[in-house]
């Protein structure tokens, strides 16, 4: 199974700990990922979103900077907001990183779970699922094809068009999803990778999505394909130190994205539960976290598991310890 981290370069104040700036938060993400990579560590995925509390709203840019600082580590954005981005230039930017990174590149399309991007490019949120469904056929479009001659209704038509560069390996493209049927569906009968993001609820509650998934790959007439799930955590040397660590800065930017969205704070009791044995939090020592991400490995039949430590701006000493024990101790007992 392959093991990688996740980040979208938060930027919350925790405590006495303003929030770092963008530029502070963007070299970070980039010296965690060449420590990913001097891990031993498979993929490492930068997110999108278009807020003061993000960093990266151009993953490709970020991604390339990290491709001239590594070799070897697969990079892949987690996610693209393919309904509010034009598949056109999205291919193009990808199909750049893979080529700067002789081979390295992966797309994750996604529909968005922050919906900041649609306003600010022009889209209407009404339009969410088309939007999404229309675009993702042009991106295979042009994955596949060329030239291209097509039509919707998002977008100018094309005419015989050839998009540029070409890459020399058909660009990898994962569908990312939250737990909609419909999306899970979606790419089992396109034929496309699935990546599960579990921030909630128990990971055992995923397998009739991936049961779900395989029968429409069995229905499109595709091959077994990847399933790879996304998830919260972080390692330290000790339980208590995990706890002690990772509490406060989690608590703080999910309590803060709650008042948005109607969720009470989250509670010490809430934190415990969820870094329990069935929970969400894969949060621990390294033989805790590895046994956690087994079971779910075992439960979903993943291919790939890729930890988010970053959720509540950790530390970035505290991250790099992370990407230490993930690769040096927890991936050798979760691999096989």
């Keep these: 199974m392959e093991l990688g981290l996740t980040t979208f370069a938060e930027r919350h104040a925790v405590s006495d700990r303003p929030a770092p700036n963008a530029g502070e938060r963007l070299r970070e993400v980039v010296a965690e990922a060449v420590a990913a990579e001097q891990a031993g560590l498979d993929v490492y995925g930068v997110g999108e979103h278009h807020r003061e509390d993000f960093a990266v709203s151009a993953p490709a840019v970020v991604l390339a900077a990290i491709a001239g600082r590594t070799e070897r580590i697969q990079l892949t954005s987690a996610v693209s907001v393919l309904s509010s981005d034009d598949p056109v230039r999205l291919y193009q930017q990808f199909a750049t990183l893979d080529l700067l990174s002789s081979g390295r590149a992966e797309l994750m399309a996604g529909r968005g779970s922050f919906v900041e991007s649609f306003p600010l490019f022009g889209f209407d949120l009404g339009d969410y699922d088309a939007l999404f469904e229309e675009k993702l056929a042009l991106l295979l479009r042009l994955r596949a094809d060329e030239p291209v001659t097509w039509s919707g209704q998002f977008r100018a038509p094309l005419q015989d068009a050839v998009v540029y560069p070409r890459t020399d390996r058909p660009l990898p493209i994962w569908i990312a999803v939250g737990g909609s049927p419909e999306s899970v569906a979606r790419a089992g009968l396109l034929g496309l990778p699935l990546a599960i993001a579990i921030i909630g609820g128990q990971p055992a509650r995923f397998r009739p999505l991936v049961d779900l998934y395989h029968r429409a790959l069995e229905q499109g007439g595709h091959e077994p394909r990847p399933i790879a799930v996304h998830a919260h955590g972080y390692v330290a040397d000790t339980e208590e130190q995990a706890v002690a660590d990772f509490y406060a800065p989690y608590a703080a930017a999910m309590s803060g994205l709650g008042r948005e969205r109607g969720w009470a704070p989250m509670t010490p009791a809430q934190f415990d539960a ?21 079971d779910v490995r075992d439960t979903l039949g993943l291919d790939r598991f890729m930890l988010h430590p970053s959720v509540g701006t950790l530390p970035h000493e505290k991250v790099l310890r992370t990407i230490d024990l993930l690769g040096g101790k927890v991936a050798p007992l979760v691999r096989f």
């Design 274 to 294: 969820m870094r329990g044995p069935d929970g969400s939090l894969f949060v621990g020592d390294p033989d805790r976290v590895a046994e956690k991400i087994a």
